[in-house]
């Protein structure tokens, strides 16, 4: 079972539980931190679910450093294992992540969910703006007031302000309005459907 057996599998699931809502995003290798880590799959509707993949070919090491940076910008994560990362990935994993398992079944792999994710308690507010490009941050501050003395800092200056200027639930709602409305974003071309 490969990585790209699991994803397919992933992808079909995430397809029938979305089908026909115009209003979801959903895309491969969202990268977190201005790329520091990519979680494997994004869903961005009402909130950002991330899933991240290990296949019977992975190994765990990164997944503590990827679920310590995904638990600072993700309302919702499920991890989606194969069957000999179970036990090992639970220890890593916390309570309130989603958690799934990939088996090999006539000759598809099959995803089970196991437990399904809860809202995150402990979002970032400057680290989830850091998903902004620093236009899109900037016209954010510009809309609400708050721009004066960052216009020509660096995007982190700019990540900062929004952070201490915005509710939570406001940052929250416009990183997922810019990444919904960004031209050209990458999107799996076999889901056309999912464009924003």
């Known amino acids: 079972m490969r990585d790209r057996d699991v994803r397919e599998s992933v992808w ?4 029938l539980a979305h089908a026909g809502d115009s209003d979801t995003l959903m895309l491969d290798e969202l990268g977190i931190l201005n790329g520091a880590t990519r979680i494997d799959i994004a ?24 679920r310590d940076l995904y638990n600072l910008v993700l309302d919702r994560i499920s991890l989606v294992v194969a069957e000999n990362h179970r036990e090992a ?13 990939a088996s090999s079944c006539l000759g598809r792999v099959e995803v089970t969910r196991e437990r399904l994710p809860e ?16 236009d899109e941050a900037l ?13 020509s800092k660096p995007r982190e200056a700019l ?8 509710d939570l639930n406001v940052v ?25």
């Not at 400057?126 to 620093?134: E, K």
């Open 119 to 134: 809202m995150n308690p402990g979002l970032d507010a400057a680290t989830l703006a850091s998903l902004l490009w620093r």
């Open 89 to 101: 990935a639970e220890e890593i994993i916390p309570d309130w992540w989603g958690l799934a398992v």
């Open 172 to 196: 929250r709602a416009e990183v997922r309005s810019a990444l919904k409305a960004r031209a050209g974003w990458r999107i799996d071309r076999r889901f056309p459907q999912y464009g924003g």
């Open 159 to 166: 990540y900062e302000r929004l952070a201490v200027s915005l």
């Open 139 to 151: 016209a954010v501050l510009e809309r609400y007031g708050a721009a004066r003395g960052v216009r």
């Open 43 to 66: 869903v961005i509707n009402g909130q950002i679910e991330g899933y991240e993949l290990k296949s019977e070919r992975d190994t765990l090491d990164r997944l503590p450093a990827q």
């Open 12 to 15: 079909r699931w995430l397809e």
